[in-house]
Each structure stands twice: as structure tokens, then as C-alpha cells.
């Protein structure tokens, strides 16, 4: 299988129709990969808070339009990264869209875990409630977004789910980075699935971002990393290798769940 993690530049003074035209032309150029990724909030910039509600859009809106046909186009599964959504009752969300080769939408998600403590999306976004895993051929992804890999319990629930290939698009500041590699190897190991992280270049905000988007195999080996500007990171991998990891070394069935709650002495 061979998925491009598009690995985009945020940088300040470039409208959101100029970077959506130029992502849209990127996705086409990706025509012969299985799955292309996009990062997270690549449209407006995951800590550009004032521009969340400006640039927010419905569910299918323009930037659902553009990627659904160039999905179509280059004829690839499509993770959009995603967009600040803004739902009928007028309740933003951090979604990502997913996109069929044929263009559909295959399946949506709203970002659970909301970064910010007492600011930012923490309070300007509403939380998602549901799992969302989508069957490819040959695996099944399951999704989470940016802050999500700091808990390890939503991974856990997606592997039970049948995720094989966790997909974490993210906005990373580049002052902690070593914590998004180290967090992006500690989901593949634990869960024995391929970790695909792709994340976004550039400054916006004035926050400096990680890029350094990885694909992590079911044992922790990087199989590629980006560096820190903007770039495609392509990589061939092979699905079956996750099945192969968790028969081969059969952690996950030695886990112990509904234990009692710790006595008090």
C-alpha cells in the first residue's frame, strides 16, 4: 500500500481559496498512491483561534467540494486533514473529512480530545462523541486528530473497533516536538498498528510548527519522517504486517479489562 502524507505550509498571507487551489492541485499530483493525508486545520491554522469562526465552513463546503473531486481526480482515498466546521445550530467543530476514490464522503469526524486547557479550541470548539473507523482495501483505518495522541485509551477503543492503520493528522508546535515522535512510536508499539502522522509546516500565529510528519510500523521502527518544511512524505507499506505483528508477539490478548476498583485503607 502507499500512502503521501502532504505535509503543508501554513504560513501567514495566503488566503484560504489560494491554499485550498493549491492543496487540491497537490492531491492530484498524488495519482498512483492508495491514500493521501492531509494535516490538520490546513486551511485556516491550528492556532489561528480568531480565524476559526471566519473561516469556518458547513460540512459540505467548499473546501468538501475541492477535495472531493480531487480525490475523484487522482482517483486515491483522501483523509482531508480537517476543517473548523460550523453546524446548523452554529457549534464549531474541528472535523476531518474523508473521501472515497470515487469522491464521496466515506466518513467524518469530530475531533474529541480539544486542545487548549482554559483557551483556544478548548473553549471555542465543541468535542466529538464517536469513533470513527473506515474500511480500505487491504486495512482499516481508524482516525483520531493532533491533541488525541496524548490518550492512549481513544487508540485503544479504535483497535477494538478493527483500526490496523491509525491515521493523526495535526497542527504540532515545534516546541514539542520530540514529544510528537515519541507519542506517535508509543501508539504504533502498544496497539501493534502503522501510525501515519501527518503534520503541517510553517509558522502561523506565531507559533513554529514540527512538520517532521512520520510513518511508524506495528514494532516502532520509522519507516519515514519528514523534515520541517513543506514536503510529500510517500511510503510503501505492507498492511499484512500488522496481522503478522499481533499473531507473532500476541500482546494485546494478554490485556486485562473490568478489573475491580482499588480498595481504600
Known amino acids: ?20 487551489r493549491r492543496v487540491a492541485s497537490l492531491v492530484r ?29 458547513p460540512l459540505q ?3 468538501y467540494e475541492a477535495m472531493a473531486k480531487a480525490a475523484s481526480d487522482a482517483g486515491v482515498w483522501l483523509h482531508g486533514g480537517s476543517i473548523p466546521e ?17 469522491g464521496d464522503l466515506a466518513a467524518a469526524y469530530r475531533k474529541i480530545h480539544r486542545f487548549g486547557f482554559d483557551k483556544g479550541e478548548a473553549v471555542l470548539m465543541g468535542a466529538g462523541r464517536e469513533l470513527v ?5 487491504g486495512t482499516t483505518l481508524g482516525v483520531a486528530t493532533c491533541y488525541d495522541l496524548r490518550f492512549p485509551e481513544l487508540f485503544r477503543s479504535l483497535v477494538d473497533s478493527g483500526a490496523e492503520t491509525l491515521v493523526v493528522p495535526a497542527g504540532w508546535p515545534e516546541r514539542r516536538r520530540a514529544h510528537w515522535t515519541l507519542l506517535a512510536q508509543a501508539r504504533a508499539v502498544e496497539n501493534q498498528a502503522f501510525v501515519l502522522a501527518c503534520g503541517t509546516a510553517g509558522t502561523h500565529a506565531g507559533v513554529p510548527q514540527a512538520g517532521h510528519s512520520i510513518v511508524v510500523d506495528p514494532w516502532g521502527e520509522v519507516l519515514a519522517e519528514a ?34 476498583p482499588p480498595h481504600t485503607f
Open 1 to 20: 500500500m502507499r500512502a503521501s502524507l502532504l505535509q503543508i505550509d501554513v504560513n501567514e498571507g495566503e488566503s484560504v481559496e489560494s491554499r485550498r
Open 29 to 57: 499530483e498524488q495519482a498512483g498512491a492508495d491514500l493521501v493525508v492531509l494535516p490538520e486545520l490546513w486551511t485556516t491554522g491550528a492556532f489561528a483561534y480568531e480565524r476559526f469562526a471566519a473561516d469556518a465552513e
Open 61 to 63: 463546503g467548499p473546501t
Open 86 to 102: 460550523q453546524d446548523p445550530a452554529g457549534t464549531l467543530y474541528n472535523t476531518s473529512l474523508l473521501f472515497s476514490p470515487s
Open 133 to 137: 473507523t473506515v474500511r480500505l482495501p
Open 227 to 260: 523534515g520541517a518544511g513543506e514536503e510529500v512524505l510517500t511510503v510503501d507499506f505492507d498492511p499484512a504486517k500488522v496481522a503478522a505483528t499481533r499473531e507473532q508477539f500476541p500482546a494485546l490478548k494478554d490485556r486485562v479489562l473490568g478489573l475491580e
